[in-house]
C-alpha cells in the first residue's frame, strides 16, 4: 500500500533534484570559460614554466635561476616600492578629494568629471601626454624655472621612479578616490553633528568617527589601485626607463628573447607573490576595523 | 568691526584659497597630459623651452594616416569589442542568474573564484592564453582576441548582473507566470526590461575594458587585428611624438563620448567595482 504522503515526499525531491540539474546548466557556460579560459592557461603557463628551452623533460632550475639572480631580486623590489607607493600616494589624494566634494563646493562636478578621465582613456595616451608635460622642457618645468623665483635648474622627473610614481597615481588613484568617495558620501551626518555637538574638535570628529566609517571604501579602492598598479604593463613600457617592473621583465624575456619557459616561471612568481601580499593586506586592515 | 569676527572671516577666506588651490592643482595634473597632446599634435616647431609653438597646422594628422591604417585599425577595435559583449553577455548571464536567483551552496566562494581573473595580473595567465591560441589557430583572429578579452570582462558581467537579478522584484515574475506566461515570455517581458539597467551597465563596462586593453591584446593580436591600443604603442615606438598625439587626439574621440555615456547611466563607482564587497 502507497500512502500519499510518501508519493508527496518523493514529488518533491524529485522536483529538488531537478532544481540542482538546472542550476548546474545555467553554471556550466560561466564553468566552461573559466576553466578554459583560466585555469588551463594559467596550467599551461605552469608547465611551460618546469620546461627548459631546447631541452626535454621538467625540472624547477628556471624558478633556480631566476630566485638566485640579484638582478630578479631588484626588479621585483622595483615592483613592490612602485605598487606601495602608488597606493600610499593615491590614498592622499584621495581623502582630501572626497573631503571636499562631498561639500558640493562650487565646480565639484566637473572635478567629478575629471576623476572619470583617466579610466576611460587609453593608458598609453596619458603616458605619452605625462612624458611630454613632465619633460626636462615641458611645462611643468617651465612653470618652475621661469614662474617660481626659487628654482633655477630643470626638475629631472621622466624615467625617474618618482616620476613613474607620478604617473601611476595619475592613471590610478581614480579608483581609490571614487571608493573613498562613494563610502564618505554615504555616511550619516548626524552622527559627525553629534560628535561636534558634544564637544569633539574637527580633527577628532575626523579621526574617530569619519575616517573608521569611510574604511570600507578606502580600503577596497586602494587594494584596486595596488593590484593595478602591481600588474601595471603599458605605462612602464614606454614611460619606465630603466625602472622594469615585474611585468616588463615578463614581456623581455617572451617577447625579445624569446625565452618562454623563463618568462612563464617569473608570471607564476608574480601571481604567487600578489595573492601573498593581498592576504596579509586583508589580515592587516580587518584587525585594524575590528579594533 | 569686531576683531574677533575679522578675524574669523579670515579664517574662512583662508580655508577657501586652500580648498580652491588643491582643487586647480588637481584639475592641472588630470588635464594637463590632453592638453599637450593637442597642441603637440596642432603644433609645428615646437622644440626646446617654449610654452607654444611657432605655428599650428594639420601635418602630423597627414602624416599619422600615411603611416598607419587608422581605419581598419579603429574597425578592428569596435569588432573585437563587439565580439567581447556578445561572448561576455552569453557566459555571463546565466552564471549571474544561477548565482543571484538559485540556492547555491558556496556562493562567496563561487564569487571569489569568478573575480580570480581580474585578481592576478593578466600576463600570468596570458603568457599560456598565447601558447594556447598558437595551437587552435586563434592569433590574429578578432574572435580569438575576444575571446581573450572575455577573461577578464565576464567576471564584471556576473558581478553587475548577479546583482541585478537578485533585486528583481520576484512578485512580479510570479504574477506574470500566474498569468500564464510561459518561462521564455516571463524572461523576454518582464526579466530584460527589468533589468535594463544593469545589462547597459554591464555592456558599457565589457565596451570600455575591451576597447582600452593592452596586455591581452599585444599577447595575441597579429598584423590582421592591431587595435587602438597596439597602434598607439608603435607609433610611440617609431619614435615620432607628434604623430603619436596626432593619432591619440583622434583616440581621444571614442573615449570623450565613452565618458559622457558613462556619466549619463552608471554610478561612476561601479568602474572600479569588483572588489567591494571583499
Redesign the interface.
Known amino acids: 500500500m502507497r500512502n500519499p504522503s510518501s508519493g508527496f515526499l518523493i514529488f518533491i525531491s524529485m522536483q529538488f533534484k531537478k532544481d540542482n540539474l538546472l542550476t548546474l546548466l545555467l553554471l556550466f557556460p560561466g564553468l566552461v570559460f573559466f576553466i578554459g579560459l583560466f585555469i588551463y592557461p594559467l596550467c599551461i603557463t605552469f608547465t611551460n614554466s618546469l620546461t627548459i628551452s631546447n631541452h626535454t623533460g621538467y625540472s624547477l632550475q628556471n624558478y633556480i635561476d631566476l630566485l638566485s639572480s640579484a638582478k630578479y631580486w631588484n626588479v621585483i623590489g622595483i615592483t613592490f616600492v612602485l605598487a606601495i607607493s602608488t597606493t600610499i600616494l593615491s590614498v592622499l589624494i584621495a581623502l582630501p578629494l572626497a573631503l571636499i566634494l562631498r561639500k558640493r563646493v562650487k565646480g565639484h562636478t566637473f572635478i567629478r568629471l575629471l576623476i572619470l578621465l583617466p579610466l576611460t582613456v587609453l593608458a598609453l595616451i596619458s603616458a605619452l601626454g605625462l612624458l611630454i608635460v613632465w619633460d626636462k622642457n615641458g611645462w611643468v618645468n617651465l612653470f618652475l624655472t621661469q614662474v617660481l623665483p626659487f628654482i633655477d635648474e630643470p626638475l629631472k622627473i621622466n624615467y625617474t621612479l618618482y616620476g613613474l610614481i607620478l604617473f601611476y597615481a595619475w592613471l590610478y588613484s581614480p579608483h581609490t578616490i571614487l571608493m573613498t568617495l562613494s563610502s564618505i558620501e554615504g555616511i550619516d551626518r548626524n552622527v559627525e553633528q553629534a560628535a561636534t555637538i558634544t564637544g569633539a574638535k574637527p580633527f577628532e570628529v575626523f579621526r574617530y568617527i569619519t575616517l573608521p566609517l569611510s574604511m570600507s571604501g578606502i580600503r577596497s579602492g586602494s587594494v584596486m589601485t595596488f593590484l593595478l598598479a602591481f600588474g601595471a604593463f603599458n605605462v612602464p613600457l614606454i614611460a619606465g626607463g630603466n625602472y622594469r617592473p615585474l611585468t616588463v621583465a615578463i614581456y623581455t624575456e617572451a617577447g625579445v628573447f624569446n625565452n618562454w619557459p623563463k618568462a612563464s616561471a617569473l608570471a607564476i612568481i608574480m601571481g604567487i607573490l600578489e595573492i601573498i601580499f593581498i592576504l596579509i593586506y586583508f589580515k592587516l586592515t580587518k584587525k585594524r576595523s575590528a579594533a | 568691526m569686531n576683531p574677533i569676527t575679522h578675524s574669523i572671516r579670515a579664517v574662512r577666506t583662508g580655508k577657501k584659497v586652500v ?2 588651490a ?2 586647480l592643482g ?2 592641472l ?6 592638453a ?2 593637442i597642441v ?1 599634435a596642432f603644433g609645428e616647431g615646437w ?5 607654444l609653438p611657432e605655428s599650428w597646422g594639420i601635418r602630423w594628422f597627414q602624416w599619422a594616416f600615411q603611416m598607419t591604417d587608422l581605419v581598419q585599425v579603429t574597425m578592428n577595435s569596435f569588432v573585437i569589442a563587439a565580439l567581447t559583449i556578445v561572448i561576455s553577455l ?3 548571464v ?2 549571474a ?2 548565482i543571484g536567483k ?3 551552496r558556496a556562493k562567496e566562494l563561487l564569487i571569489a ?2 573575480l ?14 598565447a ?2 591560441f598558437y595551437t587552435l589557430d586563434l592569433i590574429n583572429t578578432h574572435l580569438g582576441v575576444a ?2 578579452h ?2 577578464i570582462t ?1 567576471p564584471y558581467v ?1 558581478l553587475i548582473m548577479s546583482a541585478t537579478f537578485e533585486a528583481l522584484e520576484q512578485r512580479v515574475i510570479d504574477a506574470g507566470g500566474v498569468c500564464g506566461a510561459n518561462w521564455f515570455q516571463r524572461f523576454l517581458y518582464l526579466v530584460i526590461p527589468m533589468s535594463m539597467p544593469g545589462i547597459l551597465a554591464a555592456v558599457i563596462f565589457v565596451f ?1 575594458t575591451s576597447f ?1 586593453e ?2 591581452l591584446s ?1 599577447m595575441t593580436y597579429g598584423p590582421q587585428t592591431v587595435t ?2 597596439i597602434q ?2 608603435l607609433s ?2 617609431d619614435g615620432y ?1 607628434e604623430v ?2 596626432a593619432i ?1 587626439v583622434i ?2 574621440i571614442p ?2 563620448l ?2 559622457g555615456v ?2 549619463k547611466q552608471i ?3 561601479n ?2 567595482g ?3 564587497g ?1
Open positions: 580648498i580652491y588643491f582643487l588637481f584639475a595634473f588630470i588635464l594637463s597630459p590632453f599637450v597632446i603637440s622644440f626646446g623651452a617654449r610654452w552569453l557566459i555571463g546565466p552564471t542568474w544561477a538559485r540556492k547555491l573564484l569568478i580570480l581573473p581580474r585578481m592576478i595580473p593578466e600576463l600570468t595567465y596570458a603568457l599560456g592564453t601558447k594556447i575571446l581573450a572575455s577573461t565576464i556576473v570600455v582600452n593592452f596586455t599585444m587602438l591600443p598607439t604603442y610611440i615606438g611624438k603619436a598625439s591619440s583616440l581621444l573615449s570623450i565613452i565618458l558613462i556619466v554610478k561612476p563607482e568602474l572600479s569588483g572588489v567591494k571583499l
